[in-house]
């Protein structure tokens, strides 16, 4: 009874958030498209499209949410449309590096909603925490190289300039994934071991 | 009659513990050894370059000597062998008898091995962190994801290691830039890939 009560409340909560988020980036692209910035209101729309997705999903029925999932989500959302690509952050350079970091947390998060998932309940218990800890940050480290050979692939087949920064700038990208996937590991190999 | 059995279970497992151990003492000496010749051998000749390497092969040639020091080690004899095999590849053939320069694939080649290799290190983790009746309560997805996770790990562990290397000392490890950096993330990727395709696909038995 506790659980399902908690489920709606989470429920809520991603509605009321993706919904927020949804109308902020419809006002800013609108906003972008009268000032003439076309290619600020198209990644505006883009935000719309991500905000909209848990939004859908959270109308579909015993969809059970992991919170600090969504929550990063969106946090990697407003740092990388709107902070990075409109606010022009991207050319501080150290923000694609802490956005990278945010998007290992997320993976992490990824990692542990996906876990609690696809392994039953009454075998949860007599699983070493060093398992946990191992999956959460091997996800981290899978999901950080899908994403350089994603670039990478882009750069060879269609001439993008992805990973225009070259070798260094691959390998903090990767190394700021892996940090990002640590954190959550080791957080959750903590807990783990406390139950 | 039943005890009998018990008893005869705990002798032969006694008796793999001890071919195990002799094993691990036997292939570790007997590569130190090798390489020690090598070291000598080019210290003599003022190759300080290949001595360095000769010297980090001995120590990777040790370190399965710590799993003696396990209550019970359950680290296959086919995984110990199969470090030895990526020790002779990479430092003695690869580095020492220059096949990474010779042959552009060798580097390639011995990623992919490694990504086996570690996926396979992936699929004994998981046997050992995870009990026999949890493992039945779980979806295939999670061994697989898991030795892919720890290959990709290993990878990018490694990547790491040439990057600091480089900023820190030698600036050569990756001298093949950023395309040398993917190629081999890729090829671990796929070693790991094949590996986590067939665990999927055996989870019971693997």
Known sequence: MYKKESGNMDRKIVFG???????????????????????????????????????????????????????????????????????????????????????????????????????????????????????????????????????????QFFGTTLQGGGNKDTMTDLIADVLGGLVVATGSGIRTKRK | MEKERVSYFWKRTERGGKVKRIIIILLSTGMMLLLAGLMVYFIIKHDTLRWGIAAGGIVLSTLPLGLLFLKHNRINTPSIIGWYIFVICSICLGSIAGFYGRFSWWDTSVHFYKGIFTACIGVTLYKILVPEAARRGMSRLIPALFALGLAITGSVLWEMYEFLGDVIASHTMQRGGNTDTMVDLLAGFFGGVLIAIYTGFRKQNV
């Open chain 1, 17 to 155: 958030i993706s919904l927020v988020y949804v109308l902020w980036m419809a006002v800013l692209c609108a906003m972008q498209y009268t000032a003439g910035a076309s290619w600020k209101a198209a990644v505006a729309a883009g935000g719309v499209i991500s905000g909209a997705i848990p939004l859908i999903l959270s109308w579909v029925p015993r969809l059970r949410f992991h919170l600090p999932l969504v929550i990063s989500y969106f946090l990697f959302l407003t740092g990388s449309q709107y902070f990075g690509s409109i606010r022009g952050w991207y050319g501080l350079g150290w923000w694609d590096t802490f956005l990278h970091f945010v998007s290992g947390l997320l993976l992490g998060f990824a990692a542990i909603a996906l876990y609690e998932r696809l392994v039953h309940r009454d075998a949860g218990k007599a699983i070493s925490a060093w398992f946990v800890f191992l999956f959460v940050l091997g996800f981290a480290a899978l999901g950080g190289v899908m994403w350089e050979i994603y670039e990478f692939s882009g750069d």
